[in-house]
């Protein structure tokens, strides 16, 4: 990101680093959270998406590096700081036989005073009952998620810090969640940092991208440069397939290309799907099938985190 930027950044971190015992579970981060942006940190588990945040929270303190929130140093507890900051980071511990009404003047008043307009607007803005009579404990997961962005927007935050707000939601709850956050960033000119494992809950939502893996940042980029990451490809069927090898290889020499169970993928686009059609049709190859495709972002995420088990 740009130098000049760096005034409007709600969060920047410097060499961000967390050790538990001899395990660095965070290393050298540098995070970069535009002003009334998205930004999302996108890490498999284990990745140190919670640690960062609880660092950020002020809630264990860094090992080594630097944290600027609002443009000031954090560098012990700040509670002029902190106080702008609404947070979810694991669920916090609702009372299940409190309706969401109770359980946020609870809240309220463990913050300093019960204010019933503040519980009353973080309601209505999650899309929850202020008078609804559903305990916590009836309460589907989505309500559940909801109520803990309420409890974190109760004293009127600019930056919110959510941990996994997506965890276990349903396609329709996603996209419940995406549209609130979206509406409190856009609407609200809130500063939104969320963590998730799935970089499809971040589609459609996230304006930033911070990829995480084993504590550290592979890359760092806006969602619309990460977009561009997916690099076309033809998908071509031939027979007989040895010959389509050597004829693309030999005579029109197309260096780069992969074959995987009787496909051959075209990474190198310097012929349209019509030429290779007519070339390969005109010495004799048949072409059952060529498409052009696009490799999508949850593969580019797999490549950089080591391909296994994030979807
Ligand atoms: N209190 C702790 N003591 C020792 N190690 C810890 C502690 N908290 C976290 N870790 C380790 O730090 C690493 C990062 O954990 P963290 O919870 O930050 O990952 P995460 O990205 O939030 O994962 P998940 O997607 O599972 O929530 C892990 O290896 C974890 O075991
Ligand atoms: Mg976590």
Redesign the pocket.
């Known amino acids: 990101m740009e130098d000049n930027l760096k005034q409007e950044y709600i969060i920047r971190t410097d060499k961000l680093g967390k050790r538990?015992g001899s395990?660095w579970?965070v290393r050298q981060i540098d995070i970069h959270v535009p002003a009334g942006q998205i930004y999302g940190l996108l890490?498999?588990?284990?990745?140190?998406?919670?640690?960062?945040m609880k660092m950020l929270l002020g809630l264990t303190k860094q090992s080594s590096g630097s944290i600027f929130l609002f443009r000031q140093e954090v560098t012990k507890y700040e509670e002029d700081i902190y106080c702008r900051i609404g947070s979810s980071i694991e669920t916090p511990g609702f009372y299940p036989n409190m309706t969401a009404k109770e359980n946020l003047s609870v809240f309220s008043r463990l913050r300093g005073k019960t204010d019933y307009r503040r519980i009353q607007n973080a309601l209505d803005v999650v899309g929850l009952p202020y008078h609804g009579k559903k305990v916590f404990a009836e309460y589907s997961l989505g309500m559940k998620q909801r109520l803990a962005i309420a409890n974190a927007m109760m004293n009127e935050p600019e930056l919110l810090i959510l941990d996994?707000p997506t965890n276990g939601l349903d396609p329709i709850g996603i996209a419940q969640m995406r549209t609130l956050l979206k509406e409190l960033s856009h609407n609200h000119g809130k500063t939104i940092l969320i963590?998730s494992?799935q970089l499809s809950e971040m589609e459609q939502l996230v304006d930033w991208v911070g990829i995480?893996h084993e504590?550290k940042m592979l890359e760092e980029c806006s969602y619309q440069e990460l977009k561009e990451k997916e690099h076309p490809y033809i998908r071509l069927k031939t027979a007989p397939l040895e010959q389509a090898c050597q004829y693309l290889s030999d005579v029109m020499h197309i260096n780069h290309f992969t074959v995987k169970d009787g496909t051959i993928f075209v990474h190198d686009l310097k012929y349209s799907t019509l030429d290779i059609n007519q070339k390969l049709f005109s010495a004799g190859i048949g072409v059952s099938e060529i498409t052009i495709c696009r490799d999508n972002l949850e593969n580019h995420f797999k490549e950089l985190t080591g391909g296994i088990g994030i979807a």
């Open positions: 538990y395990q579970a890490g498999r588990n284990g990745a140190g998406k919670t640690t960062i996994e963590s494992h995480i504590g």
